[in-house]
T-cell receptor, first 114, second 114 residues
Framework: SQQGEEDPQALSIQEGENATMNCSYK?????LQWYRQNSGRGLVHLIL?????REKHSGRLRVTLDTSKKSSSLLITASRAADTASYFC??????????????FGRGTQLTVWP | DGGITQSPKYLFRKEGQNVTLSCEQN?????MYWYRQDPGQGLRLIYY???????QKGDIAEGYSVSREKKESFPLTVTSAQKNPTAFYLC?????????????FGPGTRLTVL
């Protein structure tokens, strides 16, 4: 399956702490993206990292990608209650029939307590 | 105000009825996608369209149908052949049908079969 798998399924932390979520996948990819979903809403794109990149930053977000281990991590620093949401990784490869498709994992539910 | 809209937000259907979920975008995007999300699950692709007048089956197309007669519109019909249609349905679009593009999501339609 090309679907990514996030770990842990649920994460509960206090405000100010860092939150780390991991994503593993099984096939070769050309990019990996992270999305956020607030309860009952659509997904919002956070960050994209290409297969030739190892690390990327955006504000309080830091994403790493290790293609040899087929894994990625999303770090949210100094978390806030407003960061409470589900976070999904999505992989793309654009090979043949997968052109334009993203494969989403099941997500990590992050709860940040005030 | 550019974006992607879905209607209705909530939809109730009796068993044996077909229902159509609306998805409209004014972002001038070529590619559009329909996903299904079940509780605690990731997103599963139902159908996608890389360009107007063209669409392909995703991983769970059985019991669903789509059309793409206009660039800005990609309606999804849930037919009576879909055995377990109760779910949260998300529509997305991207500028072109390559996975490097982020996908922009609508707010979703929650379908409940009574």
């Amino acid at each position: 399956s090309q679907q990514g798998e996030e770990d842990p399924q649920a994460l509960s932390i206090q405000e100010g702490e860092n939150a780390t979520m991991n994503c593993s996948y099984k096939t070769s990819i050309n990019n990996l993206q992270w999305y956020r979903q607030n309860s009952g809403r659509g997904l919002v794109h956070l960050i994209l990292i290409r297969s030739n990149e190892r690390e990327k930053h955006s504000g309080r977000l830091r994403v790493t990608l290790d293609t040899s281990k087929k894994s990625s991590s999303l770090l949210i620093t100094a978390s806030r209650a407003a960061d409470t949401a589900s976070y999904f990784c999505a992989t793309g490869s654009d090979r043949g029939s997968t052109l334009g498709r993203l494969y989403f994992g099941r997500g990590t539910q992050l709860t940040v307590w005030p | 105000d550019g974006g992607i809209t879905q209607s209705p937000k909530y939809l109730f259907r009796k068993e044996g009825q077909n229902v159509t979920l609306s998805c409209e975008q004014n972002l001038n995007h070529d590619a559009m996608y329909w996903y299904r999300q079940d509780p605690g699950q990731g997103l599963r692709l139902i159908y996608y369209s890389q360009i107007v007048n063209d669409f392909q089956k995703g991983d769970i197309a059985e019991g669903y149908s789509v059309s793409r007669e206009k660039k800005e519109s990609f309606p999804l019909t849930v037919t009576s052949a879909q055995k377990n249609p109760t779910a949260f349905y998300l529509c997305a679009s991207s500028p072109s049908p390559i996975s490097y593009n982020e996908q922009f999501f609508g707010p979703g339609t929650r379908l409940t079969v009574l």
